[in-house]
């Protein structure tokens, strides 16, 4: 008993605050980010990769197609709890901006299983198709090095990413509101 515990601990506590992708996550920008969760900032100013993945009607679509309008992008996965949970406030974050036209927000799928069944998982919850993007050979959350999903990153209007959220957050919450505060010139922290 005495080994089995500390043995369900060190399995139990990686799925606490994402979904692990790969073993060795890379080194974060900081000590939250550090533990597996948190605001990363280290890839300030990359340019998004230029790889194609399906948009919700199955055709080919990449991040350029959103030139000149900033992008938040949610690398999720069906079988990743975290990313589950997330998805809902996700989804009232894109309601909220769909109006205005100043924010585009999508959710790339990396389920490695057929678009359809991505549609029927988000179809049962009731997701909309912001999240019906789908990259099965999971070549965006590669180019994007991401360990860790979910992971939802910010581009601006040049397609230059300003951050990075490893983990879940609730998108409608007061950290993510500030997070998004960025887009209008207020101060970073």
């Not at 998982?121 to 999903?149: C, T, W």
Request: hydrophobic letters at 40%; one cysteine or more.
């Amino acid at each position: 008993m005495r080994l089995i515990v500390p043995l369900l601990v060190s399995l139990v506590l990686p799925l606490a605050s994402g979904c692990d992708r790969q073993k060795a996550p890379e080194p974060q920008a900081s000590a939250e980010a550090e533990s597996g969760k948190g605001l990363d900032r280290s890839h300030k100013g990359e340019a998004a990769p230029v790889v194609k993945f399906k948009d919700p009607d199955g055709g080919e679509f990449n991040l350029a197609d959103f030139k000149g309008k900033p992008v938040l992008v949610n690398l999720w996965a069906s079988w990743c709890a975290p990313c589950i949970n997330e998805l809902p406030t996700l989804q009232q974050l894109e309601q909220a901006h769909a109006n205005e036209g100043r924010l585009g927000i999508i959710a790339v799928s990396q389920d490695t299983a057929p678009q359809g069944s991505v549609e029927a998982f988000l179809g049962e919850r009731d997701i909309g198709r912001f999240a019906a993007y789908h990259d099965e050979r999971m070549e965006l959350s590669s180019a994007l090095n991401v360990q860790i999903l979910p992971t939802t990153i910010l581009y601006d209007a040049q397609g230059k990413e300003v951050w990075r959220y490893v983990g879940d957050l609730d998108w409608t919450g007061e950290e993510a509101t500030k997070l998004l505060a960025e887009l209008n010139g207020a101060p970073t922290t």
